[in-house]
């Protein structure tokens, strides 16, 4: 038996294959994670592929308004056969869910397009969770099984010319949007594929918005922004998701616009507004042979691209010995980050990985350039309630004997009653680079801070 709703659509529908009415009650969120639903959203997407490939559309050619068009005759169509009835907001979310399957990432659309989500995890088919402001919470949001969940990773990953399979279960890739995404399938992941997107800003943060959440004080800020126009190099060190990225990209709207930039990512998330930008981004190797392109190979190539300064998405390998040579060779004011604790970790980390880059010296001189390479360090740690402060500030002073000596400047110190709530304070008034940042007006006032507010570029 075959029923239409209107031309083009069509499917053999049999009401046995369905039950007559949802089960349990309409409590919010139960319906979309019932497998009726998924069988719905399925039959209805069935419809559709066949419509469109009968006429020779593919989904990204297709007018959207003509898709969803079909989508609502549709789901008309196995409504009616499932014997079914669904209120205009469950029919709606219905087409919507279906749309987003043929043109989208399925399932985590909507979980993209809201903006209190930062983070997606996805641990096999039925267990997705997300954060909001630093909370985690499992939501309702599932895949109908593990086929569902690998298609909608094969979307991900396939327009950027990237693979994963058993014989490469783990990739890094980026969405349209600028999200980082991390896959890692079985057998490498025992409870099925699982999915890790850090969401892109589309409107990134201002130094404001720190300002205004408690991540930094005024006076650091003021700090950090003749630093950048003195062309101190700073260091950004800090833990996974503590918001490394986000302070290099506020940081780097104090660069002049007159300045040539170089950036250098696995994958592209800063937002530079200066007009002079080249971004480049990391390239892992392809099924078809096409070679590796690594952060030091592209650190060696940026050396002779006439840059005013570098900025390293992340130090995490054999590029810090390209960093460091750059840094001490005439391109002052690069910017990094690094993943260490402390501003004490963080150079005794960078002190391994030029060892790892094969940087063949005694201690004492891999030292020495690691204090002529990086001025400033600023230590960004995620709290156990999910707030990102900045708790240290720290100048690379020099050595005593073979030890690196660091001023700092600037410190966090928590509240044990009310964590998240502690307070900002100045340890050390005199600035070792105070000469560099009395030339662009950021002399250390008495009280903290610096002489001249600056603003980035908006």
């Known amino acids: 038996m075959r029923e239409t709703a209107g031309p083009g659509i069509g499917s053999p529908l ?76 469950e029919r709606e979310r219905l087409l919507d869910d279906v749309f987003f399957e043929i043109v989208g990432l399925g399932p985590l659309e909507p979980l993209l397009a809201d903006t209190t989500v930062d983070d997606i995890i996805v641990n096999g088919p039925n267990r997705v969770y997300v954060e909001r402001g630093g ?38 890739a980026r969405l349209k949007d600028g999200s980082r995404v991390n896959i890692v399938i079985p057998p490498i992941a025992l409870d099925g ?14 130094i404001h918005d720190l300002i205004r959440s408690g991540a930094i004080s005024e006076e650091m800020v003021d700090y950090l922004a003749a630093c950048v126009r003195a062309r101190l190099n700073i260091l950004i060190s800090g833990g996974t ?15 002049s616009p007159t300045e040539r930039i170089v950036t250098i990512e696995d994958a592209a998330e800063l937002q530079l507004r200066q007009s002079h930008v080249v971004r480049l981004e990391t390239r892992p190797p392809s099924a078809d042979g096409t070679p590796e392109i690594t952060a030091r190979d592209l650190v060696r190539n940026a050396l002779r691209m006439r840059p005013d300064r570098i900025i390293l998405g992340e130090i995490r390998g054999g590029e810090a010995v390209e960093m460091v040579q750059a840094m001490t060779t005439g391109h002052d004011g690069s910017m990094a980050t690094l993943h260490a604790n402390s501003p004490q970790d963080a150079m005794g980390r960078l002190e391994l990985l030029l060892s790892f880059g094969g940087m063949k010296a005694d201690v004492g001189t891999v030292r020495r350039q690691i204090t002529s390479a990086v001025q400033v360090i600023v230590q960004v740690q995620r709290l156990s309630m999910g707030a990102r402060k900045v708790i240290s500030i720290a100048e690379v002073v ?30 050390t008034r005199h600035s070792a680079f105070a000469e560099r940042l009395a030339s662009v007006g950021g002399v250390v006032r008495a009280g903290g801070g610096s002489g001249v507010r600056f603003e980035p570029r908006s």
């Open 135 to 172: 909370v985690l919470e499992r939501v309702t949001t599932r895949f109908r099984d593990d086929a569902h969940l690998m298609n909608i990773i094969q979307r991900i990953v396939s327009p950027i010319g990237r693979r994963v399979d058993e014989a490469s279960p783990f990739v890094d």
């Open 398 to 427: 020099g050595m005593e004997g073979e030890t690196i000596v660091q001023n700092e400047r600037f410190r966090y110190r928590d509240n044990p009653t009310a964590p998240g709530q502690g307070t900002f304070s100045m340890v």
């Open 241 to 255: 998701g503590s918001g490394k990225t986000t302070l290099l990209n506020i940081l780097s709207g104090y660069i």
């Open 14 to 89: 049999g009401t046995a294959a369905f039950p007559t009415n949802l089960p349990g009650a309409r409590a919010e969120g139960e319906i979309y994670t019932s497998p009726l639903y998924q069988e719905l959203k399925f039959r209805a997407l069935t419809i559709v592929h066949d419509y469109l490939e009968k006429r020779g559309f593919t989904p990204d050619k297709a007018n959207a308004e003509v898709v969803r068009s079909e989508i609502s005759r549709a789901i008309s169509v196995v409504v009616a056969g499932a014997g079914v009835a669904l209120n205009a907001a």
């Open 193 to 206: 594929a699982t999915v890790s997107i850090r969401k892109f800003k589309r409107i990134p943060l201002k």
